[in-house]
């Protein structure tokens, strides 16, 4: 019993002399903790935070999709509101690339419910999304890999389009404002003056499967008024970076907004992978709800397991 209490004891002091050297830093709006092992490292703060947001690492990774082969296990699922499956999809495809184009062969599907309409399409936005991202129904030819200076345009854009290039935005660019969402897009732009005051940040080095990581973490300050608390969007975004490459290993989001004519609550997981000298996208999890007045709320988990990649 001496032995317990004296270990409980010993563990608290260490954890209380360690917490101790972790260290503030005061960028601008932005307060940055930093983990007492980042502080052994040196770590010059400011590059740092400029090098996430301009990131571009973990866009390239999804376009070099375009430009890869690649074998998908695809599992969709729809959900009421007590959380049972009224629509599914499960399938095995398989991304075909030749002479600069590439189409999307199905190895083997199974579905459930309406996920389809009479006309093979998808009877659901979330999953029309996912096809968006994945599959080539149709061959598509001249696409490349290339990152350019302004990624994302929602001009010229509309209907389901301008929704898959603001969804991009959200998606590829965290941090930054995003044109043409009311209501929300400066609010999700974590690292403007104004926003920023919002939200703590954090970077640590862990390990992620086995690989020692530099990670940045954003949350939501824990004092916030519950005026403030109503213009949060993210409640966390959690990214892990390769200590010696600076390359994205992984990525959490967890996005929530009540706008009242819209609402959602979002949860993605990504993990990427290296093949040969392109990093792409192995794992995406989603699990998200949301409704937009005039249209039917959706609830979906998805999952896209990408593996024997082809150069």
């Not at 519950?226 to 967890?254: L, P, Q, S």
Request: net charge neutral; hydrophobic share 40%.
């Amino acid at each position: 019993m001496f032995l317990r209490c004296w270990c409980l004891v010993a563990f608290l002091i260490v954890s209380t002399i360690l917490h101790a050297q972790d260290s503030l830093v005061k960028m601008q709006n932005k307060t940055i903790t930093l983990k007492e092992v980042v502080v052994r490292n040196n770590l010059n703060v400011a590059a740092f935070i400029e090098r996430i947001k301009n990131d571009t690492t973990f866009y390239k990774a999804f376009r070099n999709l375009k430009v890869l082969g690649y074998t998908s296990l695809n599992d969709i699922r729809m959900l009421s509101k007590d959380e049972k499956v009224t629509a599914s999809l499960y399938s095995r495809t398989k991304q075909h690339v030749n002479n600069g184009c590439r189409y999307t062969q199905v190895m083997e599907e199974q579905t459930n419910g309406d996920i389809y309409d009479k006309k093979h399409h998808f009877n659901y936005y979330t999953p029309g999304m996912y096809a968006g991202l994945f599959f080539a129904a149709d061959t598509i030819c001249g696409e490349t890999n290339i990152v350019g200076s302004e990624a994302f345009s929602t001009s010229g854009k509309s209907g389901l389009e301008k929704h898959k290039e603001q969804l991009k935005m959200l998606f590829f660019n965290p941090g930054k404002k995003i044109p043409g969402i009311p209501f929300i897009g400066n609010k999700v732009a974590i690292f403007d003056d104004e926003v920023a005051t919002r939200y703590d940040f954090t970077i640590d080095i862990e390990a992620f499967k086995g690989e020692m990581c530099y990670v940045f973490t954003c949350k939501p300050r824990t004092d916030l008024t519950g005026g403030e608390k109503d213009k949060i969007v993210v409640n966390d975004m959690t990214t892990w970076f390769k200590i010696d490459t600076w390359e994205i290993v992984a990525r959490n989001y967890d996005l929530s907004y009540n706008a009242g004519v819209y609402d959602f609550d979002v949860r993605m997981e990504v993990e990427l992978t290296k093949i040969g000298n392109y990093l792409v996208p192995k794992v995406l999890r989603y699990n998200g709800d949301w409704d937009v007045v005039m249209k039917k709320r959706e609830r979906c988990i998805f999952t896209a397991t990408l593996f024997d990649f082809t150069l």
